[in-house]
Nanobody, 124 residues
Framework: QVQLVESGGGLVQPGGSLRLSCVASGYIFSIYDMAWYRQAPGNQRELVAAIISGGGTNYAESVQGRFTITRDNAKNTVNLQMKSLKPRAPAVYYC??????????????????WGQGTQVTVSS
């Protein structure tokens, strides 16, 4: 069974740091592009950071320079280091694994897998 399990969320003061982790199981982690999204109540889910299978990264403009996404293919883990956190409405951070649909079909793997989410609250 393909599964993503996030951890590391919680309450942190503005200016503080938090590290989220996502552990994958049940599939070939290294071939998937991984990403972190977040969703606040009443808002659409938005991309925070992404790291492709080859290691290239992409960040939302709002977190550029403060957040760092990394992956460890040996441990089937993707991490999101968040620094200089700004006060905002509580949001659930989701881990996502994505694979090109043609490749997924050929390999009989899921093309998109989501974790259950972990909540992050930045507040004093």
């Amino acid at each position: 069974q393909v599964q993503l399990v996030e951890s590391g969320g919680g309450l942190v003061q503005p200016g503080g740091s938090l590290r989220l982790s996502c552990v994958a199981s049940g599939y070939i982690f290294s071939i998937y592009d991984m990403a972190w999204y977040r969703q606040a109540p009443g808002n659409q889910r938005e991309l925070v950071a992404a790291i492709i299978s080859g290691g290239g990264t992409n960040y939302a403009e709002s977190v550029q320079g403060r957040f760092t996404i990394t992956r460890d293919n040996a441990k089937n883990t993707v991490n999101l280091q968040m620094k200089s956190l700004k006060p905002r409405a509580p949001a659930v951070y989701y881990c996502d694994a994505a694979l090109d649909e043609k490749m997924a079909t050929l390999a009989r793997l899921p093309s998109d897998v989501w974790g259950q989410g972990t909540q992050v609250t930045v507040s004093s």
